[in-house]
């Protein structure tokens, strides 16, 4: 059974992204699977690896949108208290869970120490999403989904949230890359916003030194509505301003 | 008369970094700039380009930290609504800036639409930051910095950040590298971060293939509880688990 999700939250745990130590790299990935999902990602929160303060952004983040994905703070050191900090919010006790301590064992063999174990312990009632493909569960309580943060694991647990999660139609995207500098389209992009209000129309200028274009990107659930205002910018610019390069 | 910060927050505003069309590029070198200073960001957000969520989260960070730094959205197209909203959250109006539309009328020349100059609207009473080396201000209203979005354009507003900002004492950092997993060293660091209390420790995996380190970070405003901190480590571990690479 899919789990209906129509917005979504991300809380990014850790001091090193708010001291620019590590750059974040899973933002990113994750927006991108929940666009693909049509699931409209609302907000996203980045705090410190404290108990407290995790609890309360998390409270605020659950209440508020469908789901909400954390990542980081899930290692064995002293630094990792998102477990602590997810089952606090929600008012549960954390417990051993048996099937990951058999995955841990068997990943770590002769290098395991007591406190690998600890990456077992999880939110009482906790769900192990599972992947058709085999490997790793993901973890969701309640309608929290608990996410490494070492990039290389993050990564792993996409494919899972692909098959187990169902968003709403999905959204549609058509992007134009047009050879001038956006305030010169701005009238015309207020007239597309007007005539067009099922389409979220974004603008983004790219500076590559002296080279100055613009991306319009044109989204929403309506695959022809999306069409039909693309058209409606194409059609009423000069065909000089278009290029046909692919979009980066 | 540099303005004393000693806490921080960023608001990212733009919904392609939420739909991740656009990889966000500014809050880690903001991040890096302020841990410099010994200013402690506490904070980052990502919300959408609607005027009233923007404006509720600024009231939100700019009550709780010394400084609240956004980027994103300060352009001349309909999705820019940064101005707005902050002017909005502030209680003020919004009053064209005479010495910005000099700037955009030298820059855009003959490209120069009317549309180019909502870039000159600011919240009333902002003040326009300057550097000591020339170029474009950048914007103070209130405890707010608006800060741009295009990436090229944010970096060349931290020059000014950290001519005009005065932190805390800086904080230090020292970096270690182990070659072994965080499970193995996480009782002993356990016992580090007992016996220097005005030392934050953090541990980061790195996993590249089947090579797995973990790098082990000493941050504090103290330099020699830092290195203390640092040595007490080196000197609990047998020099084959220290790697002298140099720290990513």
Redesign the interface.
Known sequence: MPIMVRTAAAL?IG??????????QN?????????ALGI??????????EVEVIADELNALRCRYDAVFTSGGV??????VTVEAVAFALGRPVARFEEIEVLLKAF?GS???D??L??ADLPAGAELLRSGEGGWPAVRVDNVYILPG?P??FRRKLPILREVLQGGPA?V?RTLLLL????????L??RL?QAHPGV??????L?KGSEISVRI?F?GRDEEAVERAAEALKSALPETLLSDRSIP
């Open positions: 990014i001091n090193e992204i708010l001291s620019g130590k590590i750059q974040e933002v990113e990935l994750l927006a991108k699977e929940l666009f409209s990602m609302r907000k996203i929160v980045v705090c410190p690896d290692g064995p050191t002293h630094d990792d770590f290098r395991l120490r406190r690998h600890r990456m070492l290389e694991v959204f995207n001038c500098d956006e305030g010169e389209v701005a009238d992009l207020d916003v979220t129309i974004g603008s983004y200028p500076w990107t989204d």
